[in-house]
């Protein structure tokens, strides 16, 4: 831990954070997120000669009137969370300054601590999140969003704009917000906040019933920013439910009548029979993969591959010098440089950028032609393929297929309350392509979110809990996943999911006596 001079702490990066702290309560005030006093805000002293996980904090005090808040009321804490500077008493009638009881909450959320055992916890999270602010709401949104059930454990919303403005979420993601329960003193929450944090990776908010809201981001701005589009959601919600109408639906419809079980709200029925009039478990999500399942092989093999395939050049060299490109060469560059070492067939070096461009794209192209003839099932691989193809899309030179039980199918279980997701070796814009650009038109609209490769390999049952956690379903067997692939659904099973196998022509022949029910119909399920 880096000791710091008292003229540090009078220093100009000191005081620039005091101040800014002390402009964002007011602001945060007129919004009405701390008003009454409640509420607070921490934010990293940015010090770019000074790591960030030694960088020191300033905190409002809490208590106070956040609109008359100038910067010598701020606390600042040491990285450790332990008091290094408090303000001065003020005469009567104001209270005597106080360090929040949001401190340990904020100190988790910010992957800190005040304690030995918090610092222990704390610092494996700061790895995992690297906030560098933490907003502490009492806006009103956030406090009633929280009542319209009082037996859900989290907030969901999808198809709305404000999502793009939460870190690693688009327009068709669903957002999950975790719910924990109040407790007299705020100091009590830390337990369960630090168990959703866990629970929740990709979140960056933590509701606490009928109370607010925690939000954190890598900088002051990127949590402002965040804030604003929670409570903007927050509200929208609010105001969808009072219409009578579900804001995790992707076409916000009508509030589906819920049945109450296992302390979870569900919106399907329970005991539906199969086509040998065996009861089948309640189902709450279904995940779908595409190959051989929505769509025919052959379209993947034939009409996307080759696109791609022969389309790389033409889309590197249009738009070689855009971030997206220039992301995709780096990703790439770092796959080809393990291929390399692995000794994979096909992979040839990829030149730094001030070799010429030329000679970057001739190895690009190079790598992705053997890449595609393998078929490999790469993050690095899809990302650049899912580029080429929307602009495939974008000029009509492809029109996507599906299976024609497919649409009607996506239609019954969305009109049923039934979540639909895509799973998928594609990245997760190939999807939303696919989807977006059918032969039966856009189908998107049944759609609550998507899966890739990112979440983990299609053959191993860790990546179908994970998608059991991010769904929110305590009870794995009332998601079914469908595909054409055995090994998938073997890894989906032993992860406590149904599977269901999909026989479609041209799919791959199955192990004989193999133990999963199969469909040809999407109308058989």
């Given amino acids: 831990m880096i000791g710091f001079p008292q003229a540090y702490l009078e220093g100009k990066e000191v005081k620039e954070t005091s101040s800014l702290v002390t402009e964002l309560c007011r602001h945060f005030y007129t919004q009405g997120w701390v008003s009454g006093t409640g509420g607070s805000i921490t934010i990293k002293v940015h010090d770019a000669s000074i790591p960030k996980p030694e960088q020191l904090i300033v905190m409002s005090p809490s208590g106070v009137q956040k609109e008359r808040m100038q910067p010598e009321d701020m606390y600042i804490l040491s990285a450790n969370g332990s008091i290094i500077s408090s303000p001065s008493p003020k005469p009567y009638p104001n209270k005597p300054p106080k360090c929040t009881d949001c401190a340990p909450l904020f100190m988790k959320n910010r992957r800190l601590s005040l304690g030995k055992r918090l610092r222990k916890l704390g610092y494996k999270a700061y790895e995992m999140r690297n906030a560098g602010a933490v907003i502490h709401s009492h806006g009103m949104e956030s406090c009633l969003v929280t009542m319209l059930n009082p037996q859900a454990k989290e907030f969901r919303i999808t198809h709305m704009e404000m999502i793009k403005g939460i870190q690693g979420h688009g327009y068709y993601d669903e957002l999950v917000v975790p719910i924990i329960e109040n ?67 992707p076409d916000h419809g009508p509030i589906q009548r819920a049945i109450h079980s296992k302390n979870q709200f569900s919106t399907v029925k329970s005991g539906v029979k199969d086509s040998q009039n065996q009861t089948e478990p309640p189902r709450r999500c279904i995940v779908l993969d595409i190959e051989g399942t929505t769509t025919p092989i052959t379209f993947v093999t034939d009409v996307l591959f080759p696109y791609a395939r022969e389309n ?102 969305h009109s049923s309350g039934i979540k639909v997701y895509i799973y998928s070796s594609g990245s997760r814009l190939a999807q939303r392509l696919l989807f977006g650009n059918t032969n039966y038109g856009d189908l998107r609209k049944y759609l609550s979110g998507f ?43 032993a992860a406590g999911l149904e599977a269901i196998i999909s026989i479609r022509p041209g799919n791959a022949s199955l192990p004989e006596n193999n133990e999963f029910k199969t469909v040809t119909s999407f109308s058989q399920i």
């Fill in 183 to 249: 407790t007299a003193y705020e100091n009590e929450l830390t337990d369960s906040l630090t168990k959703a944090i866990k629970a929740y990776p990709k979140a960056t908010a933590v509701l606490v019933r009928n109370h607010g809201v925690y939000i954190w981001g890598d900088s002051w701005i990127h949590a402002k920013t965040q804030a604003e589009c929670y409570h903007y959601l927050f509200d929208a919600a609010i105001k969808l439910h009072q219409l009578g109408l579900d804001s995790a639906t």
């Fill in 451 to 493: 899966f890739d490769t990112t979440i983990g390999n299609k053959k191993e049952s860790r990546s179908y809990k994970e998608i059991t956690e991010t769904l929110g379903v305590d009870d794995p067997s009332e998601i079914l996943f469908v595909t054409d692939v055995y090994q998938e659904a073997t890894a989906a099973k």
């Fill in 312 to 413: 790389v050049g033409k889309h590197l060299n249009l738009t070689y010098d855009t971030a997206e490109t220039q992301e995709d060469i780096r990703l790439l560059r770092s796959q080809v440089e393990e291929d390399l070492r692995q000794g994979v067939t096909g992979a040839v070096p990829i030149p730094h950028a001030d070799e010429g461009k030329e000679e970057v794209i001739a190895a690009m192209v190079s790598n992705v032609e053997a890449m595609i003839k393998a078929d490999r099932k790469i993050t690095a691989l899809k990302e650049l393929q899912g580029h080429i193809w929307r602009t495939g899309f974008e000029c009509n030179e492809l029109k996507s297929v599906v299976f024609e039980d497919v649409a009607d199918a996506l239609e019954k279980w």
